[in-house]
């Protein structure tokens, strides 16, 4: 595989789970709202938060007009393609990556990206109500996981496999964290008190993860909440245990698998020596916080192996 | 069996028509499309027009058109209408088709080396030594076999009484074979039952007979060759076939950036660190592929890829200087060429060729310019031609000033009446004219497609068949008639 393509099929992995999460958070954060029975004071510009845009300046930035918070909110998120953070912006990024790693792919997965991508062109230019906005996000996870099938089922496994793989990982990793840190974290008061068990488990549903949550929690001793959860259950495919087992897992085969696990093992070295239940609010923020920055400098040190690689190259070069 | 099953399909008088005899009985090869649309109307076919536009969407089967400085990604325009031909016409057409490839190789070989042929007094020496495609810098070097042009897609038509003859041949950085390819998967999933109905020829073993002879060309014997495809980059026009083609083959799909040249090897800068590469088929102009040896402003080119090739440490196809064998000019010449090298006559012909470097040839051409096709010698794409009964007296004026300045650059056909197939344009079926673009390749063997790519005009009367000016294309099918 040549070196210029790392970046480019690790963030066909990245974007495409992107897609897929993106679709999932809208899904699950409409349900939340729309509930009768609120059980948080979230709003829907918390939503921007969340994918790392400040909500509310993006918002007051528009012109007025008849748009209720929620349109204007999904606006962003799914028409506008000016907007970085929008399934239609993450769509056409995938196509480009795609484009470029073409060969690298089979045929089957090409053609499952195109169809999504004009599934996307033709159906993502205007908002829609609530029951059609459902329908399309559901449709873009299911189409988002096609893709990942047929992969599966037929790609050689090879370095872009492995790529692609800790992609989608690295970003599932970090969507988890950014909705720990947005949709859970920032809601509670600061405290110096241990933090109280929270039972937010509709936030769960962005991750697809409520059913999964009732079983962790009639199989544990010690008593768990869904920080517990998310952070370190192993077993369920959106905990950060899980992703950083599989980001390590698939890098073994990487010419800067060293460098890689080392991050990995880093970081999963800090959901072992705390103890989580011990942690008070303020403490559970900073570790989320140094998981985040953990995962930004985990992705700068698998796109970039030309440190050890370009010394390779001179080395050969003066022989 | 009648034409009824065409509709009131209306052939033009002077034309061969590939699907119907002059009489208006259905020819043989076409019978199972004229079986299919007796039996489900015309309709269907408008209707499975349209499953076949879905499905090229879907596969993504695209080429790219430059506009205002934009790339635009184009649906790939394929008629739902096939174009037949009788197995053992084929089989003679391919022979023809190695025949001429295997006598441009020997020529090109010679002038790079004792120019037999030149001293002879078979080909004028000024053609080709001051032809900017003669590339002095390719002087005394030997690709392996002999072979400077790997693959080659010749351009062939035919005139009135239905009679093959080649148009051109495109020896420089021949496209279109991945449309050829997928015209085929495409036609399959639309049309099922009528590949059971016939005894179709598969074209499917393209990219491996592609692979088999650049691993021939391996300077390296024995081991596993490296091969890779060099495309000039994503926004090429022709992207989507260099992607294609390297992901069939299973080769990198490499820019120059990604290669590098050291101790005069060459090698590619991989995952795992560099590795030496043995073949490069080249999708990229031979004067941009090396800035140290013809162009320095080029900024697609690999520093020093000649120098290693020269020395024989890795092998480029098409050959540097492939390029003097196509050439308007020299094209007349090919007949010669071939009747000198193998001393064999021509099994297809030429579409007669006046040289306006050639007074006598010039004069009637001038005086003519409203009947011909006047062509000049280096340019692709359908660019820069005149077609006689079609322009206005100023086009015709401004050309002939064009050949007076500089007649060794024109070269005048009469025009054609080209064959015409049946083809669906809105919702009935109109006779289009259309060429046939088969691919020729040669390493240690030389091969020839089954058929090829069918480029259809699909504008009324037009003879423009190039996709880049509203051209489209149909499936080839080599019907089996020998059982």
Redesign the interface.
């Known amino acids: 595989m040549l070196l210029k393509s790392l970046d480019h099929i690790f963030w066909l992995g990245r974007y495409l789970e992107r897609l897929d999460d993106t679709a999932r958070l809208i899904n699950a954060t409409s349900h939340l709202l729309i509930d009768s029975h609120k059980d948080s004071q979230f709003s829907w510009p918390l939503l921007l938060d969340v994918l790392g845009q400040n909500g509310a300046e993006l918002l007051s930035q528009l012109p007025a007009s008849d748009l209720t918070v929620e349109q204007q909110v999904m606006g962003y998120l799914i028409t506008d393609v000016d907007c970085q953070v929008s399934i239609r912006a993450a769509c056409t990024a995938l196509k480009q990556n795609a484009r470029t790693v073409r060969q690298l792919i089979p045929r089957d997965m090409w053609e499952e990206l195109n169809s999504l991508d004009l599934f996307l062109q033709e159906h993502c230019q205007q908002l829609q109500g609530r029951q059609h906005r459902y329908r399309l996000m559901t449709e873009v996870s299911r189409r988002c996981q096609m893709v990942v099938g047929v992969l599966d089922g037929t790609m050689l496994r090879s370095d872009a496999f492995d790529l692609f793989n800790i992609g989608r990982h690295v970003e599932r990793a970090d969507m988890t964290t950014r909705i720990m840190d947005v949709m859970v974290l920032q809601q509670l008061q600061p405290t110096d008190i241990k933090r109280p068990r929270f039972r937010w488990t509709s936030i769960l549903n962005a991750l697809g993860g409520v059913e999964s949550y009732h079983y962790y929690l009639a199989h544990q001793n010690t008593e768990v909440d869904a920080v517990d959860y998310l952070l370190t259950y192993a077993d369920f495919p959106r905990s950060i245990a899980y992703c950083l087992h599989r980001v390590a897992a698939s890098a073994k085969g990487l010419p800067h698998s060293a460098a890689i696990l080392q991050r990995v093992w880093q970081l999963q070295d800090l959901l072992k020596t705390q103890n989580l239940s011990e942690l008070t609010t303020g403490q559970l923020h900073q570790l989320i916080d140094q998981f985040q920055t953990g995962i930004i400098e985990l992705h700068q040190v698998i796109s970039t192996p030309n440190l050890e690689l370009s010394k390779d190259l001179s080395q050969q070069m003066s022989a | 069996m009648g034409a009824k099953s065409f509709g009131h399909y209306q052939q033009i008088d002077q034309c061969f028509d590939e699907l119907v005899h002059k009489d208006g009985q259905i020819r043989t090869p076409a019978a199972a499309i004229a079986r299919f649309i007796d039996r489900h109307g015309s309709g269907e076919l408008i209707q499975r027009q349209e499953q076949l536009n879905q499905t090229i969407?879907?596969?993504?089967v695209c080429f790219t058109l430059y506009s205002d400085g934009n790339n635009i990604d184009r649906c790939w325009p394929l008629d739902v209408m096939p174009r037949t031909i009788p197995s053992s016409e084929w089989q003679k057409t391919s022979a023809g088709l190695k025949q001429r490839l295997a006598a441009l190789n020997l020529f090109i070989d010679d002038l790079y080396h004792d120019q037999r042929i030149l001293k002879d007094g078979i080909v004028p020496a000024d053609l080709v030594l001051d032809s900017r495609n003669y590339l002095a810098p390719c002087k005394g070097i030997s690709p392996r076999y002999g072979v400077w042009a790997n693959i080659c897609g010749t351009d062939l038509v035919r005139d009135g009484s239905g009679q093959f003859l080649v148009l051109e041949d495109n020896l420089r950085v021949p496209s279109g074979v991945s449309y050829m390819l997928e015209n085929r998967t495409v036609m399959k999933r639309v049309f099922p039952e009528l590949f059971a109905d016939s005894f179709i020829y598969p074209v499917d073993d393209y990219p491996h007979q592609l692979w088999r002879m650049l691993a021939s060309l391996s300077p390296r014997p024995g081991d596993v060759p490296c091969i890779v495809?060099l495309t000039p980059g994503?926004y090429n026009s022709a992207?989507f076939e260099h992607?294609?083609l390297?992901?069939q083959m299973g080769?990198?799909?490499?820019?120059n950036?990604?290669l590098?040249v050291?101790d005069d090897i060459v090698?590619?800068?991989?995952?795992?660190?560099?590795q030496r590469v043995d073949v490069i088929y080249r999708r990229v102009d031979d004067i941009f592929i090396d800035p140290e040896a013809f162009r320095p402003d080029s900024v697609l080119g690999i520093p020093g890829l000649i120098k290693a090739w020269a020395k024989g440490n890795v092998s480029i196809a098409n050959a540097p200087g492939s390029g003097v064998a196509d050439d308007k000019v020299i094209y007349a010449y090919v007949p010669e060429i071939i009747n000198y090298y193998l001393g064999e006559q021509p099994l297809i012909d030429n579409v007669p060729t006046y040289l306006c470097l050639d007074k006598k040839q010039r004069d009637y051409v001038l005086a003519n310019l409203d009947k011909l096709v006047v062509k000049p010698a280096n340019e692709s794409g359908g660019y820069g031609i005149l077609i006689g009964p079609r322009s206005t007296k100023e086009e015709q004026q401004q050309m002939a000033e064009a050949i007076k300045a500089n007649p060794r650059n024109f070269i005048a056909q009469p025009t054609l009446a080209l064959s015409t197939a049946p083809t669906l344009c809105d919702g009935v079926l109109e006779p289009r004219h259309l060429d046939l673009r088969p691919f020729i390749l040669q390493g240690r063997d030389l091969y020839c497609t089954t058929g090829g790519l069918s480029r259809v005009a699909l504008k009324k009367g037009s003879l423009v068949v190039n996709s880049s000016q509203g051209g489209g294309s149909k499936d080839t099918w080599i019907i089996n008639d020998e059982v």
């Not at chain 2, 080769?251 to 820019?255: G, P």
């Open positions: 969407s879907a596969m993504g495809l994503v992207y992607s294609f390297a992901q080769v990198e799909l490499a820019e950036t990604d590098i050291q090698y590619l800068k991989t995952l795992h660190g560099l």
